[in-house]
């Protein structure tokens, strides 16, 4: 067998595995469910084949998440004691965040000396984000204002959860989070803007010393920026364990009854946010002639692993080495994509401003759009600093629809659903960031097109 036969072998596995499951879903007969979980797993059995034959880390992510949420289905307890290699992932991934932003950045201020470029990116990265999260935070209002998904909704009963405790914040605290008050603590509570601000001012006096007490720090950093690309090749290997069990958890810790009760919801915002991906920036890379599919190859592996983690963050060492190999130059793809993590969170933005709405709606409570829109830009706002973890933007929504005198008691429906939500805005949050670099880099003029059209996945 070779790979095109496997592809074969997948495709009548599963077309006979579908038609079954609608069989027995539409009532035209009865089967085990013994049956069908065979026919599911013989299934996975062809995928790992394809898999096998493939030899793609990404196609054996994606296989992974099969398998994880076959597992949540059929072993939910076994799958709930899985997190734990999640967490291991997770863990050995923000190790990788602080030294590979701080070397990177380092290299690419000082290596080269060119303050002024320095400052282009950074005003041009901020008009960017700020025209691209206002139009992600329109699509969410016109979204959810279309499908009405919070009008007549219920807690399922027998659904209790503890809401996150909030804390309110200020103009004043959003801008001090920006400002590392200490470096070190910065990196153990993994806040990456204030890492990026350090790392930048330290590029920039770095670029200002002689040569001969530059140097030995500039070779530092280029060793330690190159160390810790290795080291997240060494992490990847474990990624597919890791994702197939966060997607496992995540199975067997919800079931189906309460994805059932909120689909509506769940569907308003996959919609929604793949006609922001299709439109908007499907428009954006087509104007500026970066190479479609080439790019989606690009951010597919980064992509997964974010979606089945819910943490952008996983995707970050990965996200950069791509986009590297993808024609955008390290001095930008290292000062962009962590710059973007807090203010360019498009999945986020429409998230935020579709999941207010649905508060007033499930509450009974009508708000003009005036009103509507006044909320979605202080959540815009109020976003900003958020770290790329999972609910984060749980406990910004939890304080903005407080403020705004909006029950809280609509947020638990929400909270139920909200790992399979923060899968999708997590996953729209990196391609956008990635596709934010080759926006910069096409800016600045040093997008690498025949780099970009030659890219191939490992």
Same mark, same amino acid.
């Given at each position: 067998?070779?790979?095109?036969?496997?592809?074969?072998?997948?495709?009548?596995?599963?077309?006979?595995?579908?038609?079954?499951?609608?069989?027995?879903? $539409?009532?035209?007969?009865?089967?085990?469910?013994?049956?069908?979980?065979?026919?599911?797993?013989?299934?996975?059995?062809?995928?790992?084949?394809?898999?096998?034959?493939?030899?793609?880390?990404?196609?054996?992510?994606?296989?992974?998440?099969?398998?994880?949420?076959?597992?949540? /289905?059929?072993?939910?307890?076994?799958?709930? %004691?899985?997190?734990?290699?999640?967490?291991?992932?997770?863990?050995?991934?923000?190790?990788?965040?602080?030294?590979? /932003?701080?070397?990177?950045?380092?290299?690419?201020?000082?290596?080269?000396?060119?303050?002024?470029?320095?400052?282009?990116?950074?005003?041009?990265?901020?008009? $960017?984000?700020? #025209?691209? =999260?206002?139009?992600? /935070?329109?699509? @969410?209002?016109?979204?959810?204002?279309?499908?009405?998904?919070?009008?007549?909704?219920?807690?399922?009963?027998?659904?209790?959860?503890?809401?996150?405790? =909030?804390?309110?914040?200020?103009?004043? %605290?959003?801008?001090?989070?920006?400002?590392?008050?200490?470096?070190?603590?910065?990196?153990?509570?993994?806040?990456?803007?204030?890492?990026? #601000?350090?790392?930048?001012?330290?590029?920039?006096?770095?670029?200002?010393?002689?040569?001969?007490?530059?140097?030995?720090?500039?070779?530092?950093?280029?060793?330690?920026?190159?160390?810790?690309?290795?080291? =997240?090749?060494?992490?990847?290997?474990?990624?597919?364990?890791?994702?197939?069990?966060?997607?496992?958890?995540?199975?067997?810790?919800? @079931?189906?009854?309460?994805?059932?009760?909120?689909?509506?919801?769940?569907?308003?915002?996959?919609?929604?946010?793949?006609?922001?991906? @299709?439109?908007?920036?499907?428009?954006?890379?087509?104007?500026?002639?970066?190479?479609?599919?080439?790019?989606?190859?690009?951010?597919?592996?980064?992509?997964?692993?974010?979606?089945?983690?819910?943490?952008?963050?996983?995707?970050?060492?990965?996200?950069?080495?791509?986009?590297?190999?993808?024609?955008?130059?390290?001095?930008?793809?290292?000062?962009?994509?962590?710059?973007?993590?807090?203010?360019?969170?498009?999945?986020?933005?429409? $998230?935020?401003?579709?999941?207010?709405?649905?508060?007033?709606?499930?509450?009974?409570?009508?708000?003009?759009?005036?009103?509507?829109?006044?909320?979605?830009?202080?959540?815009?706002?109020?976003?900003?600093?958020?770290?790329?973890?999972?609910?984060?933007?749980?406990?910004?929504?939890?304080?903005?629809?407080?403020?705004?005198?909006?029950?809280?008691?609509?947020? /638990?429906?929400?909270?139920?659903?909200?790992?399979?939500?923060?899968?999708?805005?997590?996953?729209?949050?990196?391609?956008?960031?990635?596709?934010?670099?080759?926006?910069?880099?096409?800016?600045?003029?040093?997008?690498?097109?025949?780099?970009?059209?030659?890219?191939?996945?490992?």
């Amino acid at each position: 067998m070779n790979k095109r036969k496997s592809v074969v072998l997948v495709f009548i596995i599963l077309t006979i595995t579908v038609i079954f499951h609608l069989v027995d879903i $539409y009532n035209f007969n009865s089967f085990s469910p013994l049956f069908l979980r065979i026919l599911r797993w013989i299934f996975i059995g062809s995928l790992i084949i394809y898999a096998l034959y493939k030899r793609s880390l990404t196609t054996w992510i994606l296989v992974s998440m099969v398998i994880g949420v076959e597992v949540g /289905l059929d072993f939910p307890a076994f799958a709930k %004691d899985l997190r734990v290699l999640s967490q291991i992932f997770l863990r050995m991934v923000k190790t990788i965040i602080a030294p590979i /932003l701080f070397s990177t950045l380092v290299v690419g201020i000082a290596g080269h000396s060119d303050l002024k470029q320095v400052g282009r990116m950074g005003w041009k990265s901020l008009v $960017y984000f700020e #025209v691209v =999260t206002t139009i992600a /935070l329109f699509i @969410g209002l016109l979204a959810i204002n279309i499908s009405q998904a919070g009008v007549g909704i219920h807690i399922p009963p027998g659904f209790h959860e503890e809401l996150p405790a =909030t804390v309110p914040q200020t103009w004043q %605290d959003i801008v001090l989070h920006i400002f590392p008050e200490n470096f070190v603590k910065s990196i153990y509570n993994g806040d990456v803007l204030p890492i990026v #601000v350090f790392s930048v001012i330290f590029g920039i006096g770095l670029a200002m010393v002689k040569e001969e007490k530059r140097k030995p720090m500039l070779l530092f950093s280029e060793s330690l920026a190159e160390t810790m690309f290795k080291f =997240t090749n060494i992490i990847m290997y474990f990624a597919p364990i890791g994702v197939g069990a966060a997607i496992a958890f995540t199975v067997g810790h919800l @079931g189906l009854d309460i994805l059932y009760s909120l689909l509506k919801l769940l569907l308003t915002l996959y919609a929604s946010l793949l006609v922001f991906v @299709g439109v908007v920036f499907f428009s954006i890379a087509w104007f500026l002639k970066i190479p479609i599919r080439q790019f989606i190859k690009a951010v597919s592996e980064p992509v997964a692993i974010a979606f089945a983690t819910t943490s952008s963050e996983s995707a970050l060492p990965i996200a950069m080495e791509n986009m590297e190999k993808f024609g955008v130059p390290r001095k930008i793809v290292s000062f962009v994509l962590p710059t973007g993590y807090t203010f360019n969170l498009d999945g986020t933005t429409l $998230y935020l401003s579709l999941a207010s709405v649905f508060v007033a709606q499930a509450a009974g409570i009508h708000m003009s759009f005036g009103s509507q829109l006044i909320m979605g830009l202080t959540l815009m706002l109020t976003s900003k600093g958020v770290a790329g973890v999972p609910r984060a933007s749980l406990v910004i929504l939890l304080g903005t629809v407080s403020s705004f005198g909006l029950p809280v008691w609509p947020v /638990l429906a929400v909270l139920g659903i909200d790992e399979l939500m923060d899968m999708a805005r997590t996953s729209v949050n990196v391609i956008g960031n990635t596709l934010a670099s080759c926006v910069i880099a096409k800016w600045e003029g040093e997008f690498d097109q025949q780099k970009a059209l030659a890219f191939v996945a490992d």
